[in-house]
Structure formats: structure tokens, C-alpha cells
């Protein structure tokens, strides 16, 4: 039986320690990064009225609103002219949603109303029936039901106080389905997966990830941002199960050199596989410094002048000197690349500025996205 002395301990330690801090990979599970051809929401959108405000809603001005109350009260069996109507505790509203995929009749979901008259809050009020229609015209869902609004608008004597935005506001839960989008994810006994972001190499990993864990080839690419899944009668069994479990694979991503610029806030993001070529570059600041002084001009005595005033202006301009530095070559690495151009002392706007040059001069190994 072998002894462990104090300094074996120690250096097992040591190894147990780095082996739970390994470096991370950059493989990510593929529901993460991908998506399933046909699985995906349909917008919903209708009109309606949100009614008892308090002296917040749309005014007279509006005249579509009053037309709603119109209609709205003509089929409760009440006539009355459109012109005649004179209230501020209505609001006239969007009313937009989206249908998830899979929804069934009797499911709920949450609806957001946007004000489309000049009513200065929804605070308080509620949704009266609306129905809410989809593309092709049809009513899948309908909504009614207490607004809630994540902010207030307030006047009196004079002065005014808003807080977040009062004119749009959601009902939680405020829709019910009616009908549901026909769809049969597995009529065709295939399933399509879709990257996020099409890249030739990631889907040929996807497909290599697939096939190895079905343990026959059953997927291939479509294209370089599709992979076709064959589903056999023995996986037709219990597709869902199956759909789940390939999921979550985890796929080792082939991420493109590529660096954001942002020059409204002097943000600069880049990737570790950015490099640059060799290039001599430098770097210096134009220095321009304006001085007015002002002085008084006395007249020598008994000359019978008057006294003046004199401005006297010094204009100076400086460059900063700062030789050619060489930069790049060898395929750097992104904490190299940093660091070099942290020597240069250049700002992050000047780096803006750098990256940019870089890539007119065809020395920038990336994708340049300016924001």
C-alpha cells in the first residue's frame, strides 16, 4: 500500500484543483443556437377600448373613438349620435399579441395595448372585448380584461408628473385561444433545424454531433444553415422524446473573426480570432491651443488719448511625436493584439479609428461591423 508523504498531498491537491478550473470550451447545447423549422409564434393583433379611466382618455378630437362607443353601445341596443358623445374616461387601443406555437384552444396568453388617440394614461382602465385576428384574417383569441400600466401621469395646478410611459400597458393572461394554427410537426416523418447565425462549418458539426449520437446517418445539410433530420418508423415511436434529447447536444461552434464597433459610446468588442497583419503604424494627437489675453493700453501723459482696451491672441499647434511602430504579423493572439495597440496609447474612439485603417489597408483578419 502506498504512503502519500505531505508534499504528494499537496501536489494532488494542486492537480484536483486545476482539473475542476479547466478552460471552458466553447461548445454550446444546439437548442441554444438552432431552431426547429415550423416552431415559432404568429403575431395577433386587433382594436378595442379600454374603458373607466379617470378623466385620462382620448378627447373629442378623436373621432374614431367616439364612432367605437357608437357601434359599441348600438349593438347593446342603444342609438345614439356619434357627435353627441362627449367623454375622457375612454381610450381607443391596439391590441397586439403573439400566439405561441402549439397553442390550443382554452390556453392563455398575454396581450399589450397601445393607445392610439391622445389619451394621456391607461392607468386604471379596462379592456372590453376584442377580438384579435391573425395574417390571414382570422379570429384566433380574444382579450378583455384590467390593464396594467408600470408607470402614472399626473396634472394639477400646473404642474405634471410621468413616470415610465402610461399610454401602453399589457392585460397578464388577458387573451384566450379560440383557435389553434393547424401543424403537424412530424407529418412528413423529417424535422428541419435551422442555425441562428448559417455557418458552413457549425452545421457540419451539427450533423457530425447528430449522426454520432443516432448512431447511423440519418441528418444532412441542406444548406449552410440547415440540416435535414430523417425520422424511421422506430423514432416515429416517440418523436417528441427524441427531438428533446438532440436538443440538447452540445456542438462545438465555429465563431468568425469579427469586431464591433460602436462610435456613439467608444465601444469596441472583438472575438480571440481576430489577428491582423504585419503593418508599421503610428499614432500621434494634433494639438491646437487658442490663448487670448486682454490688456489695457494707457496714453502717455498730457496726449489727450483715451484709454483702450487690447486683446492679444497666441495660437499654438503641436503634434505629439511618436514613431512607426510595427504591429501584428504571426498570427497574434487577441491579448497580444490588445497590448500592442495599448502601447501606442491610443484611446478606445482612436481605436475605432485604427481598426478602420486596418481594414482599408487590408491588414484586419476580420469582419469589421460598425454600430
Given amino acids: 500500500m502506498a504512503i502519500l508523504t505531505h508534499s504528494s498531498r499537496l501536489i494532488l491537491s494542486l492537480v484536483l484543483v486545476l482539473c475542476c478550473y479547466a478552460a471552458p470550451t466553447s461548445a454550446a447545447r444546439l437548442k441554444d ?86 389619451a394621456k394614461s391607461l392607468q386604471g382602465g379596462n379592456l372590453i372585448l376584442s377580438t384579435l ?23 394639477g395646478g400646473g404642474d405634471a408628473a410621468i413616470k415610465n410611459h402610461p399610454t401602453v400597458g399589457i392585460v397578464p393572461a388577458g387573451a384566450t385561444v379560440e383557435r389553434a394554427i393547424p401543424f403537424d410537426l412530424f407529418q412528413s416523418h423529417k424535422v428541419r433545424i435551422t442555425l441562428r447565425e448559417s455557418d458552413f462549418t457549425t452545421l457540419t458539426r451539427v450533423v457530425g454531433v447528430i449522426n454520432q449520437f443516432l448512431g447511423r446517418p440519418l441528418a444532412v445539410a441542406v444548406d449552410g444553415g440547415t440540416a435535414e433530420i430523417a425520422f424511421p418508423p422506430d423514432v416515429m415511436r416517440n418523436p417528441v422524446a427524441m427531438l428533446a434529447k438532440i436538443e440538447t447536444l452540445e456542438v462545438e461552434r465555429d465563431i ?77 493572439t487577441l491579448g497580444e493584439l490588445v497590448k500592442a495597440l495599448n502601447a501606442l496609447g491610443a484611446t478606445p474612439r482612436d481605436l475605432i479609428s485604427i481598426f478602420q485603417a486596418l481594414k482599408k489597408a487590408g491588414a484586419l483578419n476580420a469582419e469589421l461591423v460598425v454600430m
Fill in 33 to 118: 443556437i438552432a431552431d426547429v423549422e415550423g416552431v415559432r409564434g404568429n403575431q395577433l393583433v386587433g382594436y378595442g377600448l379600454v374603458v373607466g379611466l379617470n378623466g385620462t382618455g382620448d378627447g373629442n378630437s378623436s373621432v374614431f373613438t367616439t364612432k367605437s362607443i357608437a357601434n359599441m353601445l348600438e349593438k347593446s341596443g342603444l342609438r345614439i349620435d356619434s357627435t353627441e358623445i362627449k367623454v375622457k374616461n375612454v381610450a381607443a387601443v391596439m391590441v397586439t399579441s403573439t400566439l405561441p406555437a402549439f397553442a390550443r384552444p382554452g390556453s392563455r396568453i398575454d396581450v399589450t395595448l397601445s393607445s392610439l388617440g391622445d
Fill in 133 to 155: 385576428k391573425g395574417a390571414d384574417g382570422n379570429v384566433y383569441a380574444v382579450a378583455q380584461g384590467a390593464v396594467n400600466v408600470g408607470g402614472f401621469s399626473i396634472e
Fill in 256 to 332: 468568425g473573426a469579427r469586431v464591433v464597433v460602436n462610435e456613439k459610446t467608444g465601444t469596441i468588442i472583438m472575438g480571440d480570432a481576430v489577428t491582423i497583419g504585419r503593418v508599421a503604424l503610428a499614432h500621434g494627437n494634433l494639438n491646437i491651443t487658442v490663448r487670448s489675453e486682454t490688456g489695457v493700453s494707457q496714453p502717455t501723459p498730457f496726449s489727450g488719448g483715451t484709454t483702450t482696451e487690447v486683446t492679444n491672441t497666441d495660437i499654438q499647434v503641436g503634434e505629439e511625436k511618436k514613431g512607426l511602430a510595427v504591429v501584428g504579423g504571426g498570427q497574434p
